[in-house]
């Protein structure tokens, strides 16, 4: 059948019909109703990425299924769906319930291998991150789709499948934030902005918002967060332990820039624990000092906030239609037309969490 989908030649997306196939045996064709627009999209339009060309980005989706494969128990036509990262179901990883540390999480996600799209011009790669959702329709894998209460807003609901779960994922599955906990978010965007909410859920005593936007930053206090911090071109490292002296029992960076990185781990209270969400694409390494770690200190890469999206996509819904995870307030809408609008906007900072709908 033939969709209308952003095809990215270079970081410019140009809309173009193209045709999409059919779906095998164990996927699953969905009517886009709404995708999130995440970072990870923009620095996989953009110079140094893995990702091939020409390709249809998009992994925070949200439609409704419209036919499924043969061997597909999971969903069926007409269920309301979050699409999320992809996994293969076999490793030791997917076995144990972490399908974030899937042995094969490269290839699925970023590879982009599938041939599902093509157009006039030749094929175009698809499947990224099992899903490509800049598109008016989607193949998904049964193990990534996500089928979610009908009472719900759908349209509100695609960062689920990747920022939102991440930053929230990361204080409650990882970092396992508890009451009286002290917690320092780096970078006030989607992701840290989730984190912060997490942690008003989990009862953190102290939540420090650590961002170079003011807005973000009031809005973090509107969210939870206890304490803000305006970063400049200074290290703000020192501004967190001015605030808590003996540091902060966890603290999650959600930039991926090396200065912020090292603030995090030296803002460490003793036995506390760092996470990194996300890093540099060209393998720059981070300089540690090893001594600070032999006080119980640790650093932790996280992956889609180690979650089983199965569980914790519908937990986090309900916490949402509860009012006590007010995601939407992070969301600008855009209609499709304007994905141009919206990347430069979420590039620039001028949004925190861009939604397309179709």
């Not at 998009?58 to 069926?76: L, R």
């Not at 030791?92 to 093509?118: E, I």
């Not at 894998?141 to 089928?147: G, I, M, P, Y």
Request: charged share 20%.
């Amino acid at each position: 059948m033939d969709i209308l989908a952003a095809v990215f030649a270079d970081a410019t997306p140009t809309l173009r019909r193209l045709t999409i196939a059919a779906p095998g045996p164990h996927e699953v064709r969905v009517r886009m109703v709404a995708t999130g627009v995440c970072h990870t999209d923009l620095k996989a339009a953009g110079a140094g990425s893995p990702v091939p060309r020409p390709v249809v980005l998009g992994h925070e989706g949200a439609g409704v299924v419209e036919s499924v494969g043969t061997a597909v128990t999971k969903v069926a036509p007409g269920d309301p769906v979050v699409l999320t990262f992809a996994s293969c179901g076999a490793c030791a990883g997917c076995r144990d319930g972490h399908p974030a540390y899937c042995d094969r999480q490269y290839a699925l996600n970023f590879l982009c291998a599938h041939g599902h799209l093509t157009s006039a011009e030749g094929a175009v790669a698809g499947g990224f991150f099992g899903q490509s959702s800049f598109a008016t329709h989607a193949i998904a894998t049964e193990r990534n789709v996500v089928k979610v209460r009908a009472d719900a807003p759908l349209a509100m609901l695609g960062p689920l499948g990747c920022g939102i779960q991440t930053g929230a994922g990361a204080v409650l599955n990882d970092l396992a934030v508890r009451p009286g906990m002290s917690l320092a978010v780096f970078g006030a965007g989607s992701l840290g902005l989730s984190a912060v909410m997490a942690a008003r859920l989990a009862g953190a005593a102290r939540i420090v918002a650590v961002d170079r936007i003011a807005a973000r930053l009031d809005l973090a206090r509107d969210l939870g967060a206890t304490d803000t911090i305006l970063a400049g071109d200074d290290p703000t490292g020192s501004a967190v332990t001015a605030l808590l002296p003996r540091g902060v029992d966890r603290a999650l960076d959600t930039t991926g820039a090396l200065p912020v990185m090292r603030q995090a781990i030296d803002v460490l209270a003793p036995r506390g624990a760092c996470g990194f969400v996300t890093g540099p694409w060209d393998g720059r390494e981070l300089s540690v000092s090893v001594r600070p770690l032999l006080g119980g200190r640790s650093i932790r890469g996280i992956a889609q906030g180690d979650s089983n999206p199965d569980v914790f996509i519908p937990m986090l819904v309900d916490l949402f239609m509860a009012g006590r995870f007010p995601f939407d307030r992070l969301v600008t809408v855009y209609p499709f037309d304007r994905i141009a609008d919206a990347l430069a906007d979420g590039e620039a900072g001028r949004t925190v969490k861009a939604v397309l709908t179709f």
